[in-house]
């Protein structure tokens, strides 16, 4: 006997009824994004790795450690899908999107980066995000944060803390990044072996440590509100104005940085405790250089991107597993000449768009309800010999445990009449 082959680590499998659970939340995040006016962008698994290289940053960790890349037959550089900004640029670009003015594009799809697997970050995990082209001013940030409100707010979840934060734009980071080099330089001896390889290459990764041999001196840290030029201070004060406006408690945070170099002026993330270390659900910002430095025009954008592996797990920390919902009729047939009568009903019903479930096997009645109750069916349809003998079948509430009996006859109405009184 061969042996099993398991999925890659750091993967995993989606099966019923856990697949429901995906399916009702990637439809309530489409919904939600289409309220606020987004419609659906899709992208390639793959990519050319010059992309991320340039759009994401050659001295940050998804392109330096975590990136699946790979040389295909033609000798073309290949890179999974690490994040989905980056692709959705390109995309739009590629159509010439921009040339109509501004952009409102939502995504729902997988990504890939090589790193440990743990409990809600794994190698290949799927997000849901927005991208907001066109619009310079604050408006645009307290728009995409008040989305991911909403979310929140659908779902009845409460206790997520939304971190805010400004990282100025090229006219003020340069002498943040001084600022940050001139306090850290005489520790670095100090530091982290990986932080000591981030100071020269990208200090501000380095506020992202969590080692604790960095943590004593990224307490007394400079920040970067001490440094922004006016327009990017007043453009800060303009989205925390919004967000008191729209009653959506924040709390600046210094230390929020995010990972990516395309990043400019508002940053934020939504974190919840109850997800232990991996409190980080959903985070994004503002991105006003990304456009061009991928060869189109000087055109701000802001977005998020929200994990879905972890937003379940947060349903499932705060509310508990959902009850399964029961819905659906097993049509059960003892005897093989209860099943040539009611195959033909089974296909009525499904064609009236009945959910209808049928298992082929012969079994007793105690076994078929069994595998209604591992369906979840809402309505049991039994025809044995008693009832071909009587003209009827039984059509049985599983949950009030009521039967009633309808006329098996004329054939061509017997399934509108069982869904009929199914409802």
């Known amino acids: 006997m061969s042996s099993k082959i398991a999925a890659p680590r750091g993967t995993q499998d989606t099966l019923p009824p856990q697949s429901g659970s995906w399916r009702e939340l990637e439809s309530r995040l489409a919904g939600l994004a289409q309220r606020f006016g987004y ?23 998804i392109v330096e450690k975590e990136m699946y890349s790979f040389v295909d037959k ?16 390109r995309a739009a670009l590629g159509a010439n999107l921009f040339a109509q003015g501004a952009a409102r594009l939502y995504y729902i799809g997988s990504i890939y980066r090589y790193e440990r697997p743990q409990r809600g970050r794994y190698r290949q995990s799927h997000q849901f995000g927005v991208e907001c082209f066109g619009f310079a001013g604050p408006e645009a940030e307290v728009e995409v944060i008040a989305l991911v409100d909403e979310v929140l707010r659908s779902y009845g979840i409460h206790g997520v803390r939304l971190n805010l934060n400004s990282i100025g734009d090229k006219h003020c980071r340069p002498r943040y990044r001084q600022a940050l080099l001139d306090y850290l330089r005489p ?36 920040t970067f509100e001490s440094i922004l030029c006016q327009p990017c201070r007043d453009h800060f004060e303009a989205v925390k104005g919004y967000l008191d406006a729209l009653k959506i408690a924040y ?23 109850a997800l232990g270390a991996q409190g980080t659900i959903c985070g994004g910002g503002r991105y006003d250089g990304l456009v061009e430095s991928l060869g189109g025009p000087s055109l701000p954008a802001v977005g998020f991107g929200l994990g879905l592996e972890r937003f379940l797990m947060l349903l499932e920390a705060l509310h508990g597993e959902p009850p399964r919902p029961r819905n ?75 039967d009633r009996r309808l006329p098996l006859s004329p054939e061509q109405d017997v399934a509108a009449a069982i869904v009929k009184e199914v409802g």
């Open 39 to 61: 419609g659906e962008v899709r992208t390639p698994t793959f990519e050319y790795t010059e992309l991320f290289e340039r759009g994401v940053g050659e001295a940050t960790d």
């Open 251 to 273: 709390t600046v945070n210094p230390r929020i940085v995010r990972g990516l170099d395309y990043y400019t002026r508002t940053v934020f993330e939504f974190v919840s405790d």
């Open 328 to 402: 659906g009729i097993q049509a059960i047939a003892l005897g093989q000449e209860a099943r040539v009568r009611l195959v033909p009903i089974v296909a009525g019903l499904r064609r009236l768009g009945a959910c209808t479930f049928i298992d082929y096997e012969e079994r007793k009645l105690l076994g078929h309800l069994k595998i209604a109750d591992r369906n979840a069916a809402g309505h049991a349809l039994i025809l044995g010999s008693d009832e071909l003998a009587s003209g009827e079948i039984i059509l049985r509430n599983l949950e009030r445990r009521v």
């Open 187 to 222: 520790y670095r001896s100090e530091l982290s072996e990986e932080s000591q390889q981030r100071l020269e290459r990208n200090p501000l990764r380095v506020l992202d440590s969590k080692d604790e041999r960095d943590q004593r001196f990224l307490q007394t840290v400079p």
């Open 74 to 89: 033609g000798g073309r550089r290949l890179t999974l899908r690490p994040e989905w900004t980056a692709p959705v640029v």
